[in-house]
């Protein structure tokens, strides 16, 4: 309808462990007017040194999918929560890998 | 200081 909202976006990296790594996945939470009865919408934020793996949980754009965004409910779902379950699926299916380095 | 964004090495399938 052509009207605008300011956002507020949350921009960091979550811990990951991988083969026996730890890598800090960038990401970015965006929080709508409407949050928290409705889930942030997530994305990874991959750096030019990076490369976006899609999968179930990550699509072309690097929009994450995830039950526990699909399934927020307030009060009992929470960025703490989202992020512990990042951790863990980003732990089995990386969602970015780093780019070849072009010698 | 947040740490430095980082991602795995692609393994060859």
Known sequence: ?103 | KSPTPSAPVPVAE
């Open chain 1, 1 to 103: 309808d052509g009207s605008t909202k300011d956002l507020m976006s949350l921009t960091g990296t979550v811990p990951v462990s991988y083969r026996g790594n730890t890598y800090n996945i960038p990401v970015c939470l965006w929080l709508l007017d409407v949050y928290p009865y409705n889930p942030p919408i997530c994305f990874v934020k991959p750096t030019s040194a990076m490369m976006i793996k899609t999968g179930k949980h990550v699509d072309a754009n690097g929009k994450i999918y995830l039950p526990y965004l699909h399934e927020w409910k307030h009060p009992q779902s929470d960025l703490y929560g989202l992020i512990q379950v990042m951790v863990v699926v980003f732990g089995e299916e990386p969602p970015v890998f780093s780019r070849p380095q072009v010698q």
